[in-house]
């Protein structure tokens, strides 16, 4: 109940789900403007959305939102989005960073149909900004958007 949606990814979902989906690029034309998503290493899916929005609770948990970089570990994020399971490897850590890469490639485009405040603007950003993996210590820091977490305060 922490997190939301801003109200224009309620209506521009920034996942797709098709989970067979091979697309990188994805758009919505309306009479006023279009919508765009665009990410090289395959649009963002269900599971990437939960990496999200766990990162995101964390970042709201932490008090974090107003310098939008948060640290963990991969182990962290295993343990709580895999919680299901007993045991969880290298293959869970490759695809948590698998879903960090989606995240900090998204292109996310409005042409004129973002609502911000009291009227439509256009509007370009990407969620994540950039992250950092110390191979040695598994300290993981993760630099979200200021624009993105912005618009979801």
Do not use: C
Request: charged share 30%; hydrophobic share 35%; proline share 3%.
């Amino acid at each position: 109940k922490m997190i939301k949606e801003d109200i224009n990814f309620l209506e521009y979902p920034n996942w797709v789900i098709d989970r067979k989906n091979k697309a990188t690029r994805w758009n919505i034309k309306k009479p006023n403007g279009e919508y765009e998503i665009i990410s090289p290493f395959g649009l963002p899916k269900h599971f990437d959305k939960i990496i999200l929005y766990f990162l995101l609770h964390k970042l709201y948990r932490e008090k974090n939102l107003d310098s939008y970089l948060l640290t963990t570990n991969r182990y962290e994020i295993a343990k709580n989005v895999f919680s299901f399971e007993k045991d969880f490897g290298t293959n869970r850590y490759k695809r948590i960073m698998n879903a960090l890469k989606k995240w900090n490639s998204v292109s996310i485009n409005f042409e004129g149909i973002f609502y911000e405040g009291d009227e439509y603007t256009v509007k370009s950003f990407h969620i994540v900004d950039e992250y950092t993996l110390k191979v040695a210590s598994g300290e993981l820091s993760i630099k979200f958007n200021e624009s993105y977490v912005k618009q979801l305060k």
